[in-house]
C-alpha cells in the first residue's frame, strides 16, 4: 500500500476545504509550497524566491506570513509530523505485540518512503538548525514513551528507565535503519539486504519488527506470513547463544 506525499496531503486539503479568508488561503499556499520545495530541493538551496514562485504569490507577499524560510519550514515540518505523520501512524492493529510492532514499522517505512526529502531535511539540518532538532526530538520522544509504555504493561516488573532507555533504542533503530534504506541510502547495506532478499520495504520492516519483537520481550516472534529474510533473522535470533 503506498501512502499520499505530504505534499500531495496539503495539496487536497487546500483543495478540498480552502480556507476562508483569502489572507489565510495565501498563507495556506506558500506552506504548501514549502513543503513541495522542501521534498524536491531540500532547505539548504531552497530560497524564499522558490517558494514564492511555487506559491504563485509575489515575493514581498511572503514576508507578511513569514519571518524567513526558516520560519515557514520549521511551520511546514511541525505540521507534518503532527499532522500528516500522526493521521497516517493510525493506531496499530493486530492482536498480538509482534502484529502491532509490525504494523506500526510498515506504516513508518511508508512516510518515509513517501517523503524522503522532508525526512532527509529532518535528519540532515538538525544540527544546523535548533527549531528542526527539536521537532525530531519531540516525535522522537513521543514514540519512546509509547513503545515504553507498551513493553511495561505486559513486563510490569521489570525496572521503568530500562524498559524507557529500550524504548529510545528500539526507535533509533527503526529510523537509522529507514535512512540506510531510503532517506539516505547506503549501498553497502542495501547490497546486504539484496543478499538476503530483505531490499523491499516491508520486507525489511518486518525484519526491523523481529529484532524489535527479540529485544522487547525476549523471544522470537509467532507468525505465518513473515517473509524468509525475517524468517531467518528470527532464526538466528532464537537460537541459543554460547555462555560469555
Request: charged fraction near 25%.
Amino acid at each position: 500500500m503506498q501512502l499520499q506525499s505530504y505534499s500531495s496531503y496539503l495539496a487536497a486539503e487546500l483543495r478540498d476545504n480552502p480556507p476562508r479568508q483569502k489572507g489565510q488561503r495565501t498563507r495556506a499556499r506558500l506552506l504548501l509550497a514549502a513543503a513541495q520545495v522542501l521534498e524536491e530541493r531540500g532547505f539548504h538551496a531552497m530560497r524564499v524566491g522558490d517558494i514564492t514562485a511555487q506559491a504563485e504569490v509575489a515575493e514581498g507577499s511572503f514576508y507578511v506570513y513569514f519571518k524567513d524560510k526558516t520560519e515557514i519550514s520549521v511551520e511546514a515540518l511541525a505540521r507534518f509530523f503532527d499532522d500528516y505523520v500522526a493521521k497516517a501512524m493510525t493506531p496499530a492493529s493486530g492482536d498480538t505485540p509482534f502484529a502491532r510492532i509490525r504494523s506500526t514499522n510498515r506504516l513508518w517505512f511508508r512516510v518515509c518512503r513517501a517523503n524522503p526529502g522532508l525526512m532527509k531535511c529532518v535528519f540532515q539540518v538538525g544540527d544546523y538548525v535548533p527549531e528542526f532538532l527539536q521537532i525530531s526530538q519531540k516525535i522522537n520522544r513521543r514514540w519512546a514513551e509509547v513503545v515504553a509504555e507498551s513493553i511495561q504493561r505486559r513486563r510490569a516488573e521489570d525496572d521503568p528507565d530500562a524498559v524507557r532507555l529500550a524504548g529510545y533504542m528500539l526507535v533509533a533503530m527503526a529510523d537509522e535503519i529507514a535512512r540506510k534504506m531510503i532517506v539516505l541510502p547506503d549501498e553497502s547495506f542495501i547490497e546486504v539486504l539484496a543478499r538476503m532478499g530483505a531490499d523491499a520495504d516491508d520486507t525489511l520492516s518486518d525484519a526491523v519488527s523481529v529484532v524489535w519483537h527479540q529485544l522487547a520481550y525476549g523471544d522470537a516472534p509467532a507468525s505465518d506470513d513473515l517473509p524468509e529474510a525475517a524468517v531467518r533473522l528470527a532464526g538466528f535470533l532464537s537460537r541459543s547463544r554460547p555462555a560469555v
